[in-house]
């Protein structure tokens, strides 16, 4: 592999971070299968909370994703300050934090705390991490050097998945991330060269806005993972919705305005093998409807057998994307001042 970086600026290696996802995704089952579980290992749960935010809050769009078609509990993913108000002694929370230190993630650990859940942590070198110590808690390190938390995809989304498989709640989960994986490190070495479909998918996007569509599981989440990436890597707007219901709202949206959205947005339609039927004949229609109102539709698929190798390759791949989108501008993908801005102004605050 060759991860040198075809970005004119690029000073925190988000290129090469994201070119390392496939070890990644190893190294985070390693880590998560020698946890000791201890006395989480012991008891009955009713229901799992998987809570995070940002690059960190995937990890819980990921695993209810994949919980949906296995899974016999329900999966509810928290990107706020506290628990719904069903969790207490039988429901299993992983608070995820890379940095240790998410503010709503350590409230939402903490309200955990208070009702007698069992944790898991998943955490870098911060206060969740330490929180986790005193209450005994188990806890799956994040390791240093992620130069920020999206680039920590792998390390954050994968240990609550192999956990919930040690825990016999969600089968076959070590097998199909190594899986994908493999599948990852085929399709990064595609990525990584000029001319790549990244490189192609960044040049026609442009710099129109990407409105991303996926379905309920794989794609869902790797088009919320395009919109974000779009957003720090890049620097600028995109957007993301799910198939089928926006055929029964978005659609109606695009019947004015077409001289404004022909100008101002791409679509990009994300795809694979295991759609519903009837689901990808609405993607089909609402492609056919979309020509006339945007600047272009990009048909985005994915050769991944199983929806979790679906799942991480579509991701990546939007990942490479949001990179050169980046560098067509010349701005740097690693640095998101605005986020270091909001945080000192809501310190002042206090609240």
Known sequence: MSAAAPLPLDSLGMWRATAGLPEQIDEAIDRAAQVDLGDVGRRSFDSIVVCGMGGSGIAGDVAAALAWPRARLPVHVVKGYGLPRYA?????????????????TLAAAEDARARNASVVAVSGKGALASLAADAGWPTVAVPDGFPQPRAAFGALSVPPLVILERLGLLEGMERLLRD?????????????????????????????????HGTPGPTGVAALRWKTQVNENAKAPAFCSLQPELCHNEVAGWGQHGDVTRQTLTAVVLRFRGEHPRVARRIELAEQLMTEVVANVLDVRTDAVSDVAALFDLSMLGDFVSLHLAAAEGVDPGPVPVLGELKRRLAEWGG
Not at 88 to 104: I, P
Not at 182 to 209: E, F, K, N
Request: charged residues 20%; contains cysteine; proline residues 2%.
């Open 180 to 212: 994908a994986a493999r599948t990852l490190a085929d399709s990064r070495d595609g990525l990584v060269g000029s001319g790549s479909i990244a490189q192609d998918l960044a040049t026609r996007i442009g710099r129109t806005m990407p409105l991303v």
């Open 88 to 104: 207490g002694e039988s429901t299993l929370v992983f608070a995820v934090s890379c940095s240790g230190d998410t503010e709503e």
